[in-house]
Nanobody
Framework: QVQLVESGGGLVQPGGSLRLSCAASGSIFSDMGWYRQAPGKERELVAVNKGGSPNYADSVKGRFTISRDHAKNTVYLQMNSLKPEDTAVYYC???????????WGQGTQVTVSS
């Protein structure tokens, strides 16, 4: 079965950086990406790697970079110039190939605060 292991969250000061990792196993994956959910808000797309092409939410463009290691089935999210409004639980999301089933990681907390 599909398993996702996330790591890399934590507490960082405004302007700082963090790198999230999500290692996937158990299938072939077409899309791999990251979503986030802040308290009292809906889950939203942060960034997704679809067949090698990255897509970003407008709020993170120029600050976050998604990358993917196909050999390791791992997706990364490098987050720079972090802002307090980036505080949220970040979830890894993957889609299997060819059936298109979605799976979610357990979530990792990112807190940006001074």
């Amino acid at each position: 079965q599909v398993q996702l292991v996330e790591s890399g969250g934590g507490l960082v000061q405004p302007g700082g950086s963090l790198r999230l990792s999500c290692a996937a196993s158990g299938s072939i994956f077409s899309d791999m990406g990251w979503y986030r959910q802040a308290p009292g808000k809906e889950r939203e797309l942060v960034a997704v790697n679809k067949g090698g092409s990255p897509n970003y939410a407008d709020s993170v463009k120029g600050r976050f970079t998604i990358s993917r290691d196909h050999a390791k089935n791992t997706v990364y999210l490098q987050m720079n110039s972090l802002k307090p409004e980036d505080t949220a639980v970040y979830y890894c999301n993957v889609r299997t190939f060819p059936y298109g089933n979605d799976y979610w990681g357990q979530g990792t907390q990112v807190t940006v605060s001074s």
